[in-house]
């Protein structure tokens, strides 16, 4: 694999699709959860929450795949995207610090995910400009 400064990673509960790209080439990893989230249900009089706790290897997965990145672009449909932040703000630090943004985008294809990304780095991508003089 290439190495690319930028990095997008689409995540739900199930999985995280990530690109390390620059202007013109990609390259995309998938990381799957081991124990996918599913659906409690509450029932009065129980302690507890009713939700399933986080998968914090799959975290750990995610954040090892971006963690050579310059910059990353967190994406997804709902809360696993802030749950990989608090993750990597817990265990990674250093990392939190090359994450540029978190942004809620529901199932795009990789196809719109890439150009999504790449216009929000627009300005990285762009060539130095050179003096007319």
């Keep these: 694999m290439a190495a690319h400064y930028h990095a997008v990673v689409w995540i739900d509960h199930r999985e995280a699709r990530i690109f390390h790209f620059n202007a013109a080439e990609s390259d995309r990893i998938s990381v799957h959860a081991d124990r996918p989230a599913s659906h409690l249900h509450h029932k009065a009089g129980v302690i507890g929450s009713g939700h399933a706790p986080e998968d914090q290897e799959f975290f750990e997965r ?3 795949a971006i963690g050579d ?8 449909p709902a809360n696993a995207k802030t749950e990989l932040l608090k993750h990597i703000e817990r265990c990674a630090p250093e990392l939190r610090t090359r994450i540029a943004a978190v942004e809620t985008v529901d199932h795009p294809s990789d196809g ?8 929000y780095f627009w300005a990285d991508h762009q ?3 050179r003096s007319t003089r």
């Excluded at 719109?112 to 216009?119: S, T």
Aim: proline share 5%.
């Design 69 to 76: 990145a310059g910059i990353v672009l967190i994406t997804g």
């Design 62 to 64: 995610i954040a090892a």
């Design 112 to 119: 719109k995910l890439l150009d999504h990304a790449r216009r």
């Design 127 to 129: 060539a130095p400009k």
